[in-house]
């Protein structure tokens, strides 16, 4: 009698200890996780902050995003950058320098190439796509970043699936379903990027980042920032924006 009590309890503390993990899944973590991050159609201004061994200095762009498959980014200042602009159209990518007059086709290998010499690559910075339709998410646990009670995923590109990265592991904040830090893997297991979300805004009901620091880990003494100054999300956006001819207008 005495064993078996010892075992109940011994069953009921197991339980409370994993109901919260049990409560739920890494499934239904990540959706959540994609439907703050993934917008139908995007309108944005935004500043990119880069630091390199201490000096900082900000390039200031605006951009349009629709879906996963098309963006349009052109930067505004300062004076040497200006005119400057990308655009994605489904798996290719164009950039256009005022200089060349002419928009060049970037492709391949060349997508993690460094967008403006920041530690963001050109991948990064026009992504759009849910995670969950990449990846595999494992539920690895829960603990305490900063004052944030998280989540802590574990996520494996799928089988057939491309990405930059082959594994992700992001700490998702319980209370905003924002992955407020993450880091990304080679498939050797090399960290790659230490990602934080350090700002977001409720918008057209979703916590959408507003500030995202990245820290690219082959680089040394280098970080780098997007800050998004204004955003509308869920608008119609004219559809000349998403072609060559408005790139190298």
């Known amino acids: 009698m005495k064993r078996l009590t010892i075992s109940i309890i011994a069953a009921l503390i197991f339980s409370g200890a994993t109901s919260s993990l049990s409560a739920i899944t890494a499934n239904e973590i990540l959706d959540k996780v994609d439907a703050n991050m993934v917008a139908s159609t995007m309108k944005f201004t935004a500043e990119l902050k880069i630091s390199i061994s201490g000096s900082v200095r900000t390039k200031e762009f605006k951009g349009y995003t629709r879906g996963e498959d098309a963006a349009y980014m052109e930067f505004t200042a300062p004076s040497r950058d200006k005119g400057t602009r990308f655009l994605k159209l489904a798996d290719e990518f164009w950039m256009y320098l005022p200089n060349v007059g002419k928009a060049v086709k970037i492709a391949g290998h ?140």
């Open 110 to 249: 060349a997508m993690r190439g460094s967008l403006m010499g920041s530690d963001f690559s050109y991948e990064d910075a026009v992504s759009n796509e849910e995670l969950a339709a990449s990846y595999d998410a494992v539920l690895e646990g829960e603990e305490k970043l900063d004052d944030a009670d998280c989540y802590v995923l574990k996520l494996t590109l799928k089988e057939g699936a491309e990405g930059s990265y082959y594994t992700q592991k992001l700490w998702v904040d319980k209370q905003s379903f924002i992955p407020i830090k993450a880091e990304y893997f080679s498939k050797s297991g090399r960290l790659m990027k230490d990602v934080q979300i350090l700002d977001f805004k409720r918008i057209s009901g979703k916590n959408y980042p507003t500030r995202i620091r990245m820290e690219n880990k082959l680089r040394k003494n280098t970080w780098s920032e997007f800050v998004i100054t204004d955003v509308q999300i869920g608008i119609s956006i004219p559809a000349n924006v998403f072609t060559k001819g408005y790139l190298e207008r």
